[in-house]
């Protein structure tokens, strides 16, 4: 088990910095080291590895309170979630125009050349931003892994211009000549298409029509015109953010409060938001009866009240640092649920109004 461990740690970890060092040889070097294994492996690996990720950090929306104290990282999504579907069309016409030009080559016509070029050169504008937009808190939040994202980004842009120079380089060595027709303006175009010197003017001339029809797509599916950069402004934490997000939430020692913050909430069923301390908590009902079970006693009998929370000071505190996943929050959550139906029976026999007591619990309000 732990030389699997090893191994999936090493593709993981240490094959996408290999792969970047060899895509920056090949750019260079004019004998390539392996040219098409590396190429299969970076945007295999690359996709995946990257995607893979980016969902495992569960990033939240500006819009939404980071819960902070319980491992989780603590910065916002780096792309709004709502613009998502721009972002992954932009990436899939820059990886459909790269393999265009990488496995066809002269196979295909120039002006299908010239428009992949335009996919390139969008999507490598794209994944600069993205760069940019992550260089912020890029170093800072190193330990979570956030610079193996800019790795894909950095290998696509060196493997799609390696792939432009070759394609242009055996164009000019075929010395393919440009067809004749009998109309002189399409006579004139054919001859500026099969000049392989033009292609990068006018890949970029190109790209502003490619941009505006990729656009008129989107809308009909229903983003907005100026999505793809409002998925980088609408966002917190970042380099090229603009909103200011809500307080985060304080994962904290109390156990139960951990509960109601890390279950399932279908299970631990989550109310309200509530304050602790001066802090935003997560409240549920078996929070809220425990609260004021410990309140009631602590009214009635402030010694019994004391020993209680010495008990709990002693135990509760650090059992709190062990409920580190969903599961075993539900866990404390079902064995705590005896002891919240004590809590409650205690309530009732002994408060004349138990369920106002329970409800201000955590809100700042004393009993009505």
């Known amino acids: 088990m732990l030389i699997l461990y090893m191994i999936i740690a090493f593709i993981c970890l240490v094959v996408p910095l290999i792969l970047t060092i060899l895509n920056i040889i090949n750019l260079f070097k004019k004998k390539k080291i392996k040219e098409n294994l590396i190429d299969i492996l970076t945007f295999s690996l690359g996709m995946i590895l990257t995607g893979l990720l980016y969902f495992l950090y569960s990033f939240k929306d500006y819009n939404q309170s980071l819960r902070l104290g319980g491992g989780e990282i ?98 000019k060595e075929k010395n393919i000549k440009a067809k004749k027709y009998d109309n002189k303006i399409l006579n004139e175009c054919s001859k500026i298409l099969y000049n392989t010197d033009n292609w990068s003017i006018l890949a970029i001339v190109l790209s502003i029509p490619l941009t505006v029809i990729l656009i008129c797509i989107l809308v009909l599916f229903g983003q907005r015109p100026d999505e793809a950069i409002k998925a980088f402004l609408e966002t917190s934490d970042w380099t090229l953010s603009t909103k200011i997000s809500p307080p985060p939430i304080e994962y904290d020692g109390h156990y139960l409060c951990t509960v109601s913050l890390r279950g399932h909430k279908n299970l631990v069923k989550p109310i309200r938001m509530g304050i602790r301390r001066g802090k935003k908590i997560v409240v549920n009902r078996q929070l809220c009866v425990a609260n004021a079970f410990e309140d009631l006693i602590q009214e009635r009998t402030p010694k019994f009240h004391h020993f209680v929370r010495y008990i709990y000071d002693k135990y509760g505190y650090p059992l709190s640092k062990h409920i580190n996943t969903a599961i075993q929050a539900d866990v404390t959550y079902i064995i705590m649920k005896p002891l919240e139906w004590v809590f409650l029976i205690f309530l009732y026999l002994f408060d004349e109004k138990p369920e106002n007591r329970i409800a201000t619990q955590y809100i700042g309000k004393t009993i009505i």
């Open 74 to 171: 603590d910065v916002h999504s780096p792309i709004a979630s709502w613009s998502m579907p721009t972002v992954l069309a932009i990436v899939l016409v820059g990886i459909v125009s790269y393999c265009l030009i990488r496995i066809k080559k002269l196979k295909l016509p120039p002006l299908v050349i010239v428009c992949s070029m335009s996919g390139i050169l969008i999507c490598s504008i794209y994944m600069i931003i993205f760069i940019i937009q992550l260089g912020y808190n890029t170093m800072e939040k190193a330990f979570f892994g956030i610079p193996y994202l800019i790795l894909f980004p950095i290998n696509y842009i060196l493997c799609s211009i390696r792939a432009q120079i070759e394609v242009i380089k055996k164009y």
